[in-house]
């Protein structure tokens, strides 16, 4: 039984090395925008990590009969754990976890003619405002792959890579005045946000692709 005890202790030595192995800190930029991160070994083959990412920008774009003029403001921390199949032979990983935050894109609706065209028929702004949000859930799972981060990389400096993909139906308020709907009528209005509905729910996959600098002490 002695034996069998031991032999097992020993296995699992081999299999997950060391339990005191070097933490990291790293910067990294991306399509999350910038961000900072601190990684934990778990052995030799796997990896906890947490960060924090952010980004901001405007983008135009056309939806249904309107044009619209958004900003996309994307901050949200990600919870990490990384597994490596052969990380004495090469630092490869496969990533799993969650980004948590308050992901959103605004967007108001433009109009240089004064009119807003609805389902097709043009109608007078009255000089009001249309507004849509989009909002990602508060958590989204992730999946990705990558290079870095190694639990046996010596200590110091090195680069990392990660690619995946993050999962979340937007969810979309569209905000239309009630002057502009009483005009335009609500099945117009209804058939407007639909088509904006379909244009948010192409964006619930969303890719992440991020290289940076880690620093293993």
């Known amino acids: 039984m002695k034996r069998l005890v031991v032999a097992l202790f020993a296995g699992l030595t081999a299999l997950y090395g060391p ?24 052995g030799s083959v796997a990896n906890v990590r947490a960060e924090v990412n952010g980004v901001s920008f405007s983008h135009s774009f056309n939806s249904g009969d309107l044009h619209y003029d958004g900003t996309a403001t994307l901050i949200h921390a990600g919870l ?41 028929v043009a109608y007078s702004t009255l000089g009001q405002s249309i ?12 999946l990705g792959i990558g290079f870095g981060h190694s639990p046996l990389a010596t200590k110091g400096f090195s680069m990392f890579f990660d690619a995946g993909v993050a999962y979340g139906k937007p969810h979309l308020d569209f905000d ?31 890719p992440i692709v991020k290289v940076g600098v880690t620093y293993r002490f």
């Open 19 to 42: 339990l005191a192995m070097a933490d990291e800190v790293y910067g990294q930029i991306g399509t999350e925008g910038a961000g900072i991160g601190y990684g934990h070994p778990l």
């Open 80 to 120: 990490y754990g990384d597994f490596f199949p052969a990380p004495s032979v090469v630092p490869f990983r496969l990533t799993a976890g969650l980004l948590i935050g308050d992901d959103h894109v605004n967007a108001n609706a433009t109009s240089p003619s004064g009119t807003y065209t609805i389902n097709g």
């Open 131 to 142: 507004h849509a949000k989009a909002t990602y859930p508060a958590v989204r799972p992730y």
């Open 176 to 206: 239309v005045p009630a002057d502009i709907v009483a005009e335009a009528g609500q099945a117009n209005v209804d058939a407007e946000k639909q088509s904006l509905q379909n244009t948010v729910d192409r964006y619930r996959f969303y």
